[in-house]
Structure formats: C-alpha cells, structure tokens
C-alpha cells in the first residue's frame, strides 16, 4: 500500500499523519518541502509504543525506510514551528509493504511465464519506474518555479524602487539647476546722481 499528498503547512502549526502498519513490514516514507522560507521542515516518526523512529530538524528533503517491531499506528509529524510567517508546501510518499504484482494471479502462478507475461511485468516495471521520476521531476520543477517567481516579484520591486530613486535624484538636479539661474535678490533701483 502507499500513499502520497502535497498539503500546506503553516507557519506555527505542525501537522501528524497516522498509518497503521503491521509488525514485520517495512515501510519506506520520503517527504520533500516545494516552497516556502528556506525549504526545511522538522519531522518526527513515532512508533506506536512511543519510540521515535526518526526525528530530524529543518529538512528540505529525506527518505526514511524501517521495518514495523510493533503493530499498531505509527505518527509521522511535520513541523513548522520554527517559523513565524512563511507557510510551507510539502510532499510525502509512504509505501508500506510489498506492492501487489502486475496481474493478482501472478502471486500463485506455479509454471514458467510466457514471454507475453514477462514482457507485461517488465512494462508494469518500467511504468512504475517512469512515475516515479515523473513525479520527482514535476517536484524539482514546482520548486524551481516558485524559487524564480519569488526572484521576479523581488527584481520588481527592486526595479521599481530604482526608478523612484532615478525620478526623485533628477527633480532634486533640475531644482538645483533652477535656482542658479533664477535671481532671488531683489535689488532696489538706485539713483546716482552726479553734480
């Protein structure tokens, strides 16, 4: 079985997720931030007798795999505490246990597979392959996206800001250069008379 979600995290806030998980399964759980602040999120995995499996601080991204020693309801938590105004977007996969095999009778297949069945797996296979860098990919491509509209919005106001400055430094020039050319004294008509 797996499962994956994309979910907003915000800032202060820290969110669990629970998955019952038989012993003796192994499990595998990658988690990845897409945007927000630095990237990095605090997550904790818990045991449901209260063991921390796995617990580490401001991740960008991790892949964690263990094997179930109690049955029960493992919590994994996602934390954004650490932050007091940036809100995270994150993604995780939990696989847990085997993944069923192509076709449900393969399991109690007891002769040799034609070769049209070993091609079908090897395509399931690759299939699987295949989406899992698609998804690792649209994954790098959010992240970069965000990353470079948040540049843009940046360069923008920059750029704004420059121009006010330039419109702001040329009034003050061309105040300056008018009041050396304007007479501010007024000077009163004297008369001088000669005898």
């Not at 907003?8 to 990658?30: I, S």
């Not at 399991?107 to 797996?121: I, K, P």
Request: hydrophobic share 35%; with cysteine; charged share 25%.
């Amino acid at each position: 079985m797996s499962g994956e979600l994309t979910f907003e995290l915000p800032d202060n806030e820290k969110m669990c997720f629970y998955e019952n998980v038989e012993q003796g399964e192994q499990a595998t759980l990658e988690f990845q931030v897409i945007t927000g602040g630095n990237y990095d999120v605090d997550m904790e995995l818990t045991a449901p007798n209260g063991q921390v499996l796995y617990k580490d601080i401001k991740k960008q991204y991790d892949s964690f795999t263990w094997t179930a020693q109690h049955k029960g309801i493992h919590t994994f938590c996602f934390s954004n505490e650490f932050s007091t105004f940036t809100h995270k977007i994150v993604y995780f996969d939990l696989e847990v246990g085997d993944e069923k095999p192509a076709v449900e009778e393969m399991g109690d297949h007891q002769t040799a597979m034609t070769l049209m069945e070993t091609s079908s797996v090897n395509i399931f296979e690759s299939l699987k392959s295949v989406l899992d860098y698609q998804t690792h990919h649209r994954l790098r491509e959010a992240q970069g996206r965000a990353f470079a509209e948040d540049l843009n919005e940046r360069v923008l106001y920059w750029s704004i800001g420059e121009s006010l400055v330039i419109i702001l430094i040329g009034i003050g020039q061309i105040l300056v250069l008018r009041s050396f050319f304007t007479n501010t004294h007024k000077t009163s008509a004297s008369t001088v008379r000669v005898s």
